[in-house]
């Protein structure tokens, strides 16, 4: 007979009927091809026979529609915020893209981009439901909360540069955000959280965080060891783009070692995407790169990018991530690996 499951793998058996796999796409920066190439990857995803759900999480400034010549798109994020919908999968839009269909994040009403713990959690949690192959999240700009936890909610995190500083410099200060949330979040009870929070704050000057975590091990080995796990299968992939020199290729390189050396954290390069009018082009016809211009070496490089991401190993990454119990229970907080859960 087999062992009765403990709630966090039953938690996590549960949600694996939702979504298959969650990719975020971020950056910080504006501009640096966040949305073209989340719109890219699922059309690559999608061209492979998967089914997939693009969603445009960038509240503020949607426009992930319009790359796919959908001029109106309908009820989409906002409508749920709104409650005018009732389920973020109702929302859905056929894209033109075979397998593909897209979650518009039109703002239904002004302030929209404002969202309240509440109406987050709910939608957080409907996104993870979504019965698809593969959810690519387009987050937008900024390093606000809810960008990080839409950011925080995915098995794989994307991070676009392009080789400028100040490019780096947004990304880095997003990955930062982004890893500081899911320490917190992975720390389950209230007490536990704000220990995390003191000493993240405390360590402010200092940003080695695998330090941070050898403190907290010596008054706390189990959520040390929770955060070391989220540290460790954090999933950030950095993939450069507006390429126009193969020297530039370095610059981008170094978002790897900030992140090693100050958060802890691998962020291997997935690849480089040239600057290219292709790309251009497309965005003006309204028809995504990949349908227009799919025999372009920039198209190739989208499409090696989707191969290495399709390789990767994602329950490994979920059954990696410890997160703690809500409320502390010391036999509890043993239990086994579990999905991150978002607080
Ligand atoms: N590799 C590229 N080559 C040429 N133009 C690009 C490339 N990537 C993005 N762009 C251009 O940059 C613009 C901004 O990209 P977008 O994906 O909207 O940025 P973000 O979502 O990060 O704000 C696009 O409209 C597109 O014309
Ligand atoms: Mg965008």
């Known amino acids: 007979m087999s062992e009765p499951m403990s ?47 693009l969603i445009d999480a960038d509240l503020g400034m949607a426009n992930a529609h319009t790359l796919f010549s959908i001029e109106r798109p309908g009820k989409g994020l906002g409508a749920v ?45 409907q996104i993870r439901n979504i019965d698809a192959d593969l959810v690519v999240i387009d987050c937008g700009a900024g390093a606000a909360y809810n960008t990080l936890d839409f950011y925080a909610l995915a098995d794989s995190r994307l991070v676009v540069v392009t080789p400028q500083i100040t490019s780096i410099q947004n990304a880095y200060g997003f990955l930062k955000g982004a890893v500081h949330r899911v320490l917190i979040q992975c720390a389950g009870s209230p007490a536990r959280k704000k220990h995390v929070t003191e000493e993240l704050s405390k360590a402010r000057g200092v940003a080695h965080l695998p330090d941070v975590v050898a403190r907290i091990a010596k008054t706390d080995p189990e959520l040390a060891a929770a955060m070391h796990s989220q540290l460790q299968y954090f999933g950030a992939r950095v993939v450069g783009n507006y390429i126009y020199e193969p020297k530039e290729e370095i610059i981008v390189q170094t978002m790897g070692r900030l992140c090693r050396d100050f958060l802890g954290i691998r962020a291997t390069t997935l690849g480089t995407i040239p600057a290219s009018k292709h790309m251009h082009a497309s965005v003006n016809a309204r028809v995504p790169l990949l349908n227009r211009h799919g025999s372009e070496p920039l198209a190739v490089m989208v499409r090696q990018v989707a191969a290495l991401l399709a390789n990767e190993d994602v329950q490994h990454v979920r059954e990696g991530r410890i997160t703690l119990p809500k409320i502390r229970e010391p036999q509890a907080a043993t239990l086994g690996p579990t999905r991150p859960v978002v607080h």
């Open 81 to 125: 915020l709104d409650k005018e919908v009732a389920n973020v999968s109702e929302t859905r839009v056929a894209t033109g893209v075979p397998n593909l269909t897209l979650i518009p994040g039109t703002s239904a009403s002004p302030g929209t981009a404002n969202i309240n713990h509440g109406q987050k959690q709910k939608l957080l949690r």
């Open 7 to 53: 709630p966090a793998l039953a938690s996590a058996n549960h949600s694996s009927i939702g979504a298959r796999r969650i990719i975020a796409v971020g950056g910080g920066k504006g501009g640096v091809g966040k949305s073209v190439l989340s719109a890219n990857i699922a059309v690559a995803f999608a061209e492979r026979g998967q089914q997939v759900v």
